[in-house]
């Protein structure tokens, strides 16, 4: 009570002691009166609304009010105006200040609501910016757009390239009648309905009353809606990424402060698209990768139903693909069904289809075709089997693959899917890429079967696939930089200030790209080992100092665990002959597997020493141990522990062949010891060299 009270004793504080000043100022100038009270009357009250608010502002009128007849209306020792002049005046200045307490109260009201919102806005920010999954963004957004802006019906489209038309992502109706309405069915090109204008142009609009507007555009059936519209195109880097829009019942129920809002949250939102693209096309090349390795046929117990399955498997998870089916060449000349799938086939359904002749899907096996994208609905060009088909199954989207190696057709794959889908160039790209790769896999397999003694293709082939792997990888580093681009900007602070949870996600997404980046390195590593190509750059070194930078780089991943290492060489040089940066990552592998296939802390001691003419170091840990019988195939290709303690942690298999492969290529051997519970030693043999280098390395 007594808080709510305060303010008008404030007020009627303020209005005594003004009126006390003017009177003494009167009496010291020997004036009768003031003739600027009046105007002093008006800005106290204004003065008064703006800091305390509207009530006491009119306490403080009925105060001056009250006393200005006294003080400065002609004095006659008592309340109350003499003249109809002093009604007058008094009554004028009245009217004033509540003209000015009204006007004071709306603006105030207006900046509290702003601030309001700036606070949100700096609130959500962060939450819309620090994820990076796209479905994740859109819900943020329409969640954080409504603690800002009450809406009714809100909108995101996203631009989709390669139909050059706005397509509806998100959608949220909070009342009729757009709950009613199916808003999907509606996509606009550049330039077609309100949000298609927002985005040819790249300007924000704000339709008072979208009823009266010709540009809007409803789904069909739906008649006119009295609504207030605003759109704002989502840009980044000058790339349109879409339009949101939103829709409040009644006209002029949106203002340009809620324009302003919303400019902003777009802003943010085309930026965390951008990152989010950016990481989903990392992460599905990644999985890309791992597939194509699952594709090589290196075992000849796998039959070939299951090599066709896993193959179809693997682009209905890149694809999300509803129906799939996989054809293959067989030994007739003819294209049968090898697998069917997609996340809308019944499960344990018996694949179907009658074989196809070349000629019913010559087409296809057109050199010039490299994908095929259809309307089954409205694509004459398709041929009857396959407009038959895809209309008796609801299909409203198709996507044919062709399976070349060099210009033999081994087969095709097709992905449908029963809504509309619309493709842009690098999802295409991706899926040629795997089907590309599924196919030489394909082809190997057959050709095993066939001819066991054609060394000169299998060759052929495996070269294309780590010309493949390179390509890749390389491809890979670019959506890579982008990722570390935007996040040290973050972590910089170079685009706001964020909030500590926001700026441990920022170190953590910085973390898991640098283990992305150091994966891509040892790929393309292994391809040079195997190819040749590029030789090792030999000179005399002074082993410690390799182990020792590869004991620094390791050390905070044994903190983090609060484990412990123990280094311990020889006070003398090891000297040895070979590349600093391949040794390195040799032991990089060795140090991070000891930290990785640990329990709990890890415990690891890396002791070198000189001995008989030869080089030795080892890695010891003392983590889970290798059952005996993976021992023999530990530095193969791809070869991973099977292991339930195992299924979580992280890997390709590649590390330990990187290992193998760069000790043999310096003239050693590399071997392990190791029992189940115990832990691992793996103890790598050099040869000395025989130009000693000069002592600058650690001990």
Do not use: C
Not at 82 to 91: A, K, Q, Y
Not at 509 to 526: I, P
């Amino acid at each position: 009570m007594v808080r709510r009270l305060l303010p008008y004793g404030v007020a009627l504080t303020a209005v005594a002691v003004v009126a006390a000043a003017l009177a003494l100022a009167a009496w010291a100038l020997r004036l009768p009166r003031i003739e600027t009270f009046l105007l002093v009357f008006v800005l106290l009250a204004g003065a008064i609304a703006w800091r305390l608010g509207r009530g006491p502002a009119i306490a403080a009128t009925a105060a001056f009010a009250l006393v200005s007849d006294y003080f400065f209306i002609e004095p006659n020792h008592g309340f109350g105006p003499t003249s109809v002049s002093d009604n007058v005046r008094l009554i004028t200045a009245v009217l004033a200040a509540a003209a000015v307490i009204q006007f004071v109260h709306v603006a105030r009201r207006r900046q509290i609501l702003l601030e309001k919102r700036k606070d949100l806005l700096q609130d959500v920010s962060p939450r819309i910016i620090q994820s990076l999954d796209a479905d994740e963004i859109l819900n943020t957004v329409a969640e954080a757009t409504l603690r800002v802006i009450d809406y009714h019906h809100f909108r995101l489209y996203r631009w989709d390239e390669a139909a050059e038309r706005l397509v509806l992502e998100k959608s949220v109706a909070r009342t009729d009648p757009y709950t009613g309405i199916d808003w999907y069915t509606v996509t606009m090109a550049l330039g077609e309905g309100i949000s298609g204008t927002a985005a040819q142009s790249r300007r924000s609009i704000l339709v008072p009353d979208a009823s009266q507007d010709a540009r809007m555009v409803y789904p069909p059936g739906v008649a006119p809606i009295e609504e207030s519209v605003l759109s704002v195109p989502m840009v980044t880097q000058n790339r349109l990424f879409g339009v949101l829009t939103l829709a409040r019942l009644r006209a002029r129920s949106l203002s340009l402060e809620d324009l302003r809002v919303m400019e902003s949250i777009a802003a943010q939102t085309a930026l965390a698209l951008a990152n989010a693209e950016q990481y989903a096309e990392a992460e599905q090349t990644i999985k890309a990768l791992a597939m194509i390795e699952t594709l090589q046929p290196t075992d000849d117990a796998v039959p070939d139903a299951d090599i066709d399955r896993r193959i179809l498997q693997g682009l209905v998870d890149l694809s999300q693909a509803d129906l799939a089916t996989l054809r293959t060449l067989r030994d007739d000349g003819r294209y049968h069904v090898a697998a069917a799938g997609g996340r809308s086939w019944p499960k344990n359904a018996v694949s179907t289809g009658e074989p196809l002749t070349a000629a019913q899907v010559a087409w296809l096996s057109d050199p010039k075709v490299t994908v095929y994208v259809a309307d089954p609905a409205t694509d004459q060009k398709l041929p009857d089997w396959a407009g038959r088909g895809a209309q008796l199954a609801g299909v409203k989207a198709a996507v044919y693959l062709p399976m070349r190696v060099g210009q033999h057709f081994v087969g095709f794959v097709g992905l449908q899917w029963r809504r509309p889908r619309w493709f842009r160039p690098e999802q295409l790209g991706r899926l040629q890429l795997l089907a590309a790769q599924a196919a030489i896999a394909l082809d190997t397999r057959r050709a095993l079967e066939r001819e066991r003694g054609r060394a000169e293709a299998l060759a052929e082939l495996e070269r294309a696939r780590r010309e493949f792997m390179q390509i890749a990888s390389h491809e890979l580093r670019t959506p890579l930089t982008v990722i570390r681009g935007y996040a040290s900007l973050l972590e910089e602070g170079s685009l706001g200030e964020m909030p500590p949870p926001a700026q441990q996600a920022i170190r953590t997404l910085m973390d898991k790209s640098s283990e992305m980046r150091a994966q891509v390195e040892r790929m393309l590593l292994l391809v040079r080992l195997e190819d040749g190509a590029a030789p090792p750059q030999m000179a005399p070194l002074d082993l410690r100092t390799v182990v020792s930078e590869a004991v620094d780089r390791v050390q905070p991943q044994v903190q983090l665990k609060e484990g412990r290492l123990r280094l311990d060489l020889a006070e003398a040089p090891l000297p040895v002959f070979g590349d600093p940066e391949r040794l390195g990552t040799a032991l990089d592998n060795l140090l991070q597997n000891a930290v990785k296939f640990s329990a709990g802390p890890p415990s690891i001691e890396v002791v070198g020493n000189r001995e008989n003419g030869r080089i030795h170091l080892v890695v010891r840990d003392h983590g889970i141990g290798i059952p005996e019988a993976a021992r023999r195939h530990l530095f193969e290709k791809f070869y991973r522990v099977h292991n339930p303690e195992l299924q979580n942690v992280a890997g390709t298999g590649i590390g330990l062949y990187l290992v193998r492969q760069v000790v043999e290529g310096h003239g050693g051997r590399v071997q392990v010891d190791s029992h189940l519970g115990e832990g691992s030693a793996f103890q790598i043999d050099l040869p000395v060299a025989t130009e000693v280098p000069s002592p600058s390395g650690g001990g």
